[in-house]
């Protein structure tokens, strides 16, 4: 297997997870196993980080210090995003699910997707000036240095400077092998 190739099937297994949470946030709770969540989100965590220590591996010689010059380059929230997801790695593996804000979000059946509803229709009927019903759906939320983020959009942030940094890293690491040949 190509020396990146490890690498990059990680990033692409964070990707899958990340896809399946990103659906099941679509889902309102009473379709959704409360565990389903929790595993993908262990999944995803636990993917997303091995793609640094995969690099860590296949390119001793060369990505440890291009990987410290990379994050040192970073922007301080992009920055505290990547330690906290090493932080939160750690505390899956070693403590378990680590604590997280659950809100709600109440969408009036009005504006849901199919999805949301499952794929059927939803009827309902009240007396004029009466609000829609609402469905609920649990939104999860961590501090980041300071910052309240929505645990997918802080995800997302995560799987798209894990994607730069492999793609990058690539173009420096081929462009030197091919300056070696």
């Avoid at 390119?59 to 922007?75: N, V």
């Avoid at 959009?153 to 940094?165: A, M, N």
Wanted: glycine share 8%; aromatic share 12%; proline share 6%.
């Amino acid at each position: 297997m190509d020396e990146l190739e490890r690498a990059k099937k990680r990033l692409r297994t964070a990707g899958y997870f990340l896809r399946q949470l990103q659906s099941d946030h679509h889902r309102s709770v009473g379709a959704l196993d409360p565990e389903t969540f929790d595993h993908n989100v262990f999944a995803f965590v636990t993917a997303a980080r091995t793609v640094t220590f995969v690099l860590r591996k296949c390119c001793p010689e060369s990505y440890p210090a291009w990987s410290g010059a990379w994050f040192d380059a970073l922007p301080a929230e992009d920055l505290e995003i990547c330690d906290f997801m090493k932080e939160l790695r750690n505390t899956h593996e070693k403590e378990g699910d680590p604590e997280r804000e659950t809100d709600w979000e109440f969408i009036p059946i009005t504006r849901l997707t199919s999805a949301q509803i499952g794929g059927g229709k939803v009827y309902w009927s009240a007396p004029p000036g009466t609000p829609p019903p609402a469905m609920g759906f649990q939104r999860h939320y961590v501090e980041v240095g300071g910052r309240r983020f929505e645990l997918l959009e802080l995800f997302r942030r995560y799987f798209d400077l894990l994607r730069t940094l492999l793609n990058q890293f690539e173009r420096e690491y081929l462009a030197g092998k091919a300056g070696q040949s």
